[in-house]
């Protein structure tokens, strides 16, 4: 089972606070992987580039992180970490 860290990967924003993941040995983290596949791709750097418009200026600065949208079984974790739930991985949160 891979290893991995929850860091964040951008804290430039006004209201939100972006994460991503990390395995363990790799330089790069998940997020830069996707960012870096999708934008050499002809036909999908300019969707990239909306999508990235999105997050940080319509979620990040914009609107922040809407509480109702983050209804999975998830969002719990924190709550199981602090009951002694094993989770691999170091997890850090704000």
């Not at 860290?5 to 830069?32: H, Q």
């Not at 050499?40 to 200026?57: K, S």
Request: charged letters at 30%.
């Amino acid at each position: 089972m891979a290893s991995f860290t929850l860091e964040i990967w951008d804290d430039s924003s006004r209201l939100v606070t972006f994460y991503t993941t990390r395995r363990d040995g790799e330089e790069d983290t998940e997020t830069d992987k996707f960012l870096m596949q999708y934008h050499r791709h002809p036909r999908y750097g300019a969707v990239l580039q909306e999508l990235l418009t999105l997050l940080f200026q319509d979620i990040g600065d914009r609107f922040g992180a809407k509480e109702v949208l983050f209804n999975r079984r998830e969002r719990h974790a924190k709550e199981r970490c602090q009951n002694n739930f094993p989770i691999s991985g170091q997890l850090f949160w704000r």
